[in-house]
């Protein structure tokens, strides 16, 4: 009669064990980073929705519309017949995509009834810059109000 030897033995284990760590070490900072890239990919698309929300916004309803940085939040107003703003929508992505806002020149970017930005004492465009971790991405406006990614990262 013949006896099997079917199994794995504890040195085997080991091993295995051993190379799943040391593979994990390795990737586990490739992850984290791009994590941190989804989160300002989606943050900077959200950016430029708004944006380009205000602009037709403006252009729809015949009144000027704003997109408003106020720290990590963006807003989108437009002007009621009264005069004042009424909020269109608001958003905060420091809670929900962990990333920092950063605006210039102003917090402010307005459209004009006609869509126009309304850059009167803007020498740049205004661009909003999107942050985590190190991993850094831009929305500009530019020329008369079209939103541009590959435009800001040429301007970087």
Do not use: H
Not at 9 to 26: K, Q, S, Y
């Amino acid at each position: 009669m013949k006896r099997s030897d079917a199994g794995v033995t504890l040195v085997e284990m080991v091993i295995v064990f051993a190379l799943i760590g040391i593979i994990t070490a390795i990737s586990l900072p490739k992850l984290a980073n791009s994590t941190d890239v989804l989160a300002v990919r989606s943050a900077r698309q959200e950016v430029a929705s708004y944006i380009s929300q205000a602009r037709a916004l403006s252009i729809q309803t015949g009144r000027i519309a704003r997109f408003i940085r106020n720290g990590n939040s963006i807003q989108l107003t437009v002007t009621n017949t009264s005069g004042g703003s009424t909020l269109i929508g608001s958003q905060n992505l420091g809670s929900g995509n962990g990333v920092t806002l950063a605006a210039s020149p102003s917090d402010t970017i307005t459209f004009d009834p006609r869509g126009v930005l309304l850059a009167g004492a803007f020498v740049t465009s205004p661009k909003i810059r999107v942050s985590r971790n190190g991993v850094q991405d831009s929305v500009c406006v530019v020329g008369w109000g079209k939103v541009s990614i590959s435009q800001c990262q040429l301007a970087q």
